[in-house]
């Protein structure tokens, strides 16, 4: 034992991982020692790498040592508790094993206050101050402490990646930009992360936007729940009330009717109550994803959130939106019931089955009829405008926008990412979700009226940028001679003669898509029943010169 009148430092007989006096502790090969549960507890998350590392040193070791107990130093540690040594107190300033430690600090290192996304180090408080002192230092980006640093590092040339290059979806630096990446389509980080964002953005708001509806749609359906409840109870009441009065001969017959009415009252509220356990989980799932998109937006680090928003999972299926049908619930099982009274001969005989009818006709989840006329179909009409940035270099737009026509010369359109080079078409400003119509005017020989999803390809493969040869779009070929739809190169006649305009009526929620021959009557072209998963957007395709198709002003 030390002799009386020498300090011992507590540090010394503390685990550098819980901050707390060893327990049973351990020493590895590095020499440093830890509570046997901490140190195992550390290599466990590491057990997938089958690679581990001492917390301190950072030593590596092929194969997880084999723990033994440093008796001695047990020892040691319990004699030390006897006379009087505590734990030492949890040291906030000192990094632990999950905490990002300061770069410069030598021994027992602090917590680090910031990183700096130039020099890709680290910093406590005491090693940042020359950052804020030093002229050209202050110039450097500083962020949040980030254990991930280095994977801002370019892998073959040690550079920093400030670079992305959008023909392969990755960061890079300068130096791969002038060689394996020569001539690719590159931007910097901060331009592509401001794009990104923007996209981001817009997502979360549609996200917003589908946890308000469907809020509204649970209360709707809650507001449901209580009307069934109540007109079962009172038609039972009721019934209850109408069939005693029948006695003996009647008395089956009351009973036969309130389990049919309690059975479809449960029916109901229970279809109900499905449909709304489903709308609150898909809100906790939208809230979720909103959190998660909202972390990547708060991201200083352009390369950290352009690799954490490519690996953002699509967006869930959204549940059909809610349309209740406007009924009298079991009123009628009522009436019936009063029939029986009044005719009971004729009742038992020939009209018992009424009133079970009038029971299982209860169902308050109908889906929204179709719109049939052109009348009910403009209530949902959308004013729809071309993206210039999608349109093919042989298409001049104009008229606001909203007219497309094929040239001999190509246009001076400036390069895009989004522009359409294979083939003669273009996709709207607009994304397309909900109820929606609109309508496209065609003249000359030929035009594709075509819905897609945003990320349909725009160059290569025919069958993966044509509208209709994939599964990302859905297109309806006009002519002179005729017209024929097709979806992922299926096609189908349509029967009814060509028409020069033709209306495209959208339910996205219910899968639905209609195209139509514009006329008072509104003849239906073709009809689609499908599961959308993304926004659509509006297109129009061609094959002639001077082709030309105009979305119309419907207002």
Request: some cysteine.
């Amino acid at each position: 034992m030390a002799q009386k009148g020498v300090q011992l430092d507590q540090e010394t007989f503390s685990c550098s991982i819980c901050l707390d006096l060893l327990k049973d502790p351990v020493t590895i090969p590095c020499g440093h020692s830890y509570c046997m549960n901490c140190i195992k507890r550390h290599w466990a998350k590491e057990d997938k790498k089958k690679i581990y590392s001492c917390p301190q040193c950072r030593q590596i070791f092929r194969q997880r040592p084999v723990l033994v107990k440093n008796t001695m130093l047990a020892d040691l540690v319990e004699e030390l508790k006897k006379t009087g040594l505590q734990a030492a107190p949890a040291d906030h300033c000192y990094a632990g094993a999950e905490d990002v430690a300061c770069d410069v600090c030598t021994g027992r290192k602090l917590k680090a206050l910031k990183s700096c996304l130039v020099c890709l180090v680290s910093y406590c408080e005491k090693h940042l101050q020359p950052h804020y002192d030093v002229a050209p230092l202050k110039k450097h980006k500083l962020v949040e402490p980030s254990k991930k640093l280095q994977e801002n590092l370019c892998s073959h040339h040690d550079e920093v990646m400030k670079i992305f290059c959008r023909t392969d979806q990755h960061c890079i630096c300068y130096l791969c930009s002038v060689d394996e990446h020569k001539g690719h389509d590159t931007v910097s980080a901060a331009a592509e992360r401001t794009e990104r964002q923007k996209e981001l953005e817009g997502s979360r708001q549609n996200i917003q936007q589908r946890i308000q509806d469907r809020e509204k749609d649970v209360k709707l359906l809650q507001q449901e729940v209580e009307a069934i409840n109540r007109s079962a109870n009172k038609v039972v009441k009721d019934s209850k009330k109408i069939i005693t009065e029948l006695i003996r001969l009647m008395e089956k017959r009351r009973s036969n009717v309130e389990q049919k009415v309690r059975f479809q009252q449960k029916s109901e509220v229970s279809r109900v109550k499905v449909l709304q356990e489903k709308l609150e989980q898909e809100i906790t799932e939208l809230k979720r994803k909103d959190a998660e998109m909202k972390k990547i937006s708060d991201t200083e680090d352009h390369t950290q959130f352009l690799k954490n928003y490519s690996s953002l999972s699509p967006l869930s299926e959204s549940t059909s939106s809610i349309n209740l049908r406007p009924l009298s619930y079991f009123q009628d099982v009522t009436e019936a019931v009063s029939e029986v009274r009044d005719k009971l001969q004729d009742v038992l005989r020939d009209t018992w089955t009424n009133i079970s009818q009038a029971v299982t006709q209860v169902d308050v989840l109908l889906p929204q009829p179709e719109p049939k006329t052109r009348a009910e179909l403009l209530k949902y009409s959308r004013e729809i405008t071309l993206d210039p940035n999608t349109a093919h270099r042989l298409l001049l737009l104009s008229e606001g926008n909203r007219r497309a026509t094929v040239m001999e010369e190509e246009q001076s359109y400036s390069r895009h990412r989004d522009r359409f080079s294979d083939w003669v078409q273009v996709l709207s400003k607009e994304s397309l979700t909900g109820r929606c119509y609109w309508e496209v005017e065609w003249r000359k020989n030929t035009a594709t009226v075509a819905v897609a999803y945003k990320y349909i390809s725009r160059r290569g493969d025919p069958d993966k940028c044509a509208f209709g040869l994939n599964d990302k779009s859905w297109a309806l070929d006009c002519n002179i001679k005729g017209s024929s739809f097709v979806c992922n190169k299926v096609w189908t006649t349509v029967s009814v003669p060509p028409t020069p305009r033709v209306g495209v009526y959208l339910d996205h929620s219910a899968g639905l898509l209609s195209f139509y021959r514009v006329s008072d009557t509104m003849t239906l072209l073709h009809r689609v029943q499908t599961t959308f998963t993304q926004p659509l957007y509006a297109g129009v395709g061609f094959l002639v010169y001077g082709d030309t198709a105009e979305f119309c002003k419907l207002s």
